[in-house]
């Protein structure tokens, strides 16, 4: 993670298991800082009660765990620190809570602004969905359109962004 005034932000994108957060997860470990990991995931059924069960058992136990399928702006603001690095995994799940919830603009908005008073490095993973065709449905064509604009606002004010493909990191910025 790149060392300057302000903390880093970066902005980790890949597809579906392409090692994305095991990226995220490797580059927590190197800053030597605690760990604070954001889990966005909430267990709708006993397959995603399985991924997650996974994502916590090869995660190190002394990683504090915050599980925050909402209001990152509020995560960012109580537990960003410059002696902390925060992981939040994943930003296309968070969204997508916040569409069915109906709070989508707000939530944004909202955490857009947290990320410009960050006080530690934060690391963000999210899937990149807007690589294959139109979707057909209004609510998806929505949550890629969304997951796109918010990508790329987040990866202006990034210091770093990469995306991962089959395990490999391309370094887009930074």
């Known amino acids: 993670m790149a060392q300057s005034d302000s903390p880093s932000l970066h902005l980790i994108l890949g597809g579906a298991r392409s090692g994305k957060s095991r990226l995220a997860e490797k580059l927590a ?6 760990v604070c990991y954001v889990a966005t995931a909430t267990a709708g059924d006993a397959e995603m009660a399985a ?12 990683w504090q765990l915050i599980e925050a399928p909402l209001d990152l702006a509020d995560v960012i603001a109580t537990w960003s620190h410059p002696d902390r690095v925060l992981l939040i995994d994943c930003l296309t799940l968070w969204l997508s809570n ?9 939530e944004r908005e909202n955490f857009l602004a947290a990320l410009d008073h960050a006080k530690g490095p934060v690391l963000m993973v999210s899937n990149e969905v807007g690589q294959g065709i139109v979707p057909l449905g209004e609510l998806t064509r929505q949550f890629v359109d969304e997951a796109g604009w918010l990508h790329q606002a987040i990866a202006e004010k990034a210091t770093e962004v990469s995306f991962v493909i089959a395990g490999l990191a391309q370094k887009l910025k930074g």
């Open 98 to 106: 916040a569409l069915h919830q109906g709070c989508w603009p707000s």
């Open 51 to 62: 991924r997650i069960a996974k994502h916590q058992n090869d995660r190190p136990n002394d």
């Open 29 to 34: 470990a190197q800053t030597g800082l605690a």
